[in-house]
């Protein structure tokens, strides 16, 4: 079956520290996989997107890494800030163009001060 | 980027009955998008809402238990019929401009059925 895990649940870090999130899937050949930050009571928020044919993203403290090989995304916040803390989602679509998107059960991070 | 809003916010509902929520963007967006979130869960995507047209029903989801409309590039509605308890949920909008491949949603619409 299909599936989208993210291996923790909730992630509890010191601020300052490098966050790791781990995004791995199973029997899906995503196009593209997508970071999405979502807050309590709020909708998903975009992050960053990779696709297949590319290793690494990254846009300010955000990077994200794309293993197609070992079916996993890796997704790092450094210098993390308290302001940091949120749910951390992993999607992936299989079709480049239509958008349908698949998500993973999220990892709640918590940056403690 | 696009703004989405959506109304209600939040609503508390009588079993049997039906709610329309509604998903306005701030700009034309190529394709939108209805997903729901259980508590405690990821989101699950309901159904592509086509402009004009009927929409694309993802397995598990069929037209008469939650009827779309999107009359315009701008705006669409999801209706959840005949309320049960097992329809609490989170449900949110999204949209995507272009060909950017990321969606924008909408702050979610909490739903509780009595």
């Known amino acids: 079956s299909q599936k989208i895990e993210q291996n923790s649940e909730a992630l509890n870090i010191q601020e300052g520290k490098t966050a790791t999130l781990t995004c791995n899937y199973t029997?899906?050949?995503?196009?593209?996989l997508q970071w999405y930050r979502q807050d309590p009571g709020r909708g998903p928020v975009f992050l960053l997107l990779?696709?297949?044919?590319?290793k690494e993203k990254r846009k300010e403290r955000l990077k994200v890494t794309f293993d197609t090989t070992l079916k996993q995304s890796l997704f790092h916040i450094t210098a993390s800030q308290p302001a940091d803390s949120a749910t951390y989602l992993c999607?992936?679509?299989?079709?480049?163009?239509?958008?349908?998107?698949?998500f993973g059960t999220g990892t709640r991070l918590t940056v403690i001060p | 980027s696009a703004v989405i809003s959506q109304k209600p916010s939040r609503d508390i509902c009588q079993r049997g009955t039906s709610l329309t929520i509604q998903c306005q963007v701030d700009s034309q967006v190529t394709m939108m998008f209805w997903y729901r979130q259980q508590p405690g869960q990821s989101l699950t995507l309901i159904a592509t809402a086509n402009q004009g047209s009927e929409a694309t029903y993802e397995s598990g989801f069929v037209i008469d238990k939650f009827p779309i409309s999107r009359p315009n590039l701008t705006f669409s509605t999801l209706t959840v019929s005949n309320m049960s308890p097992e329809d609490s949920s989170i449900y949110l909008c999204s949209g995507e401009l272009g060909t950017t491949d990321t969606q924008y949603f909408g702050p979610g619409t909490r739903l509780t059925v009595l």
């Open positions: 990779i696709r297949e044919n590319e």
């Open positions: 029997n899906y050949s995503p196009a593209y």
């Open positions: 999607a992936l679509d299989e079709r480049a163009g239509a958008n349908n998107l698949f």
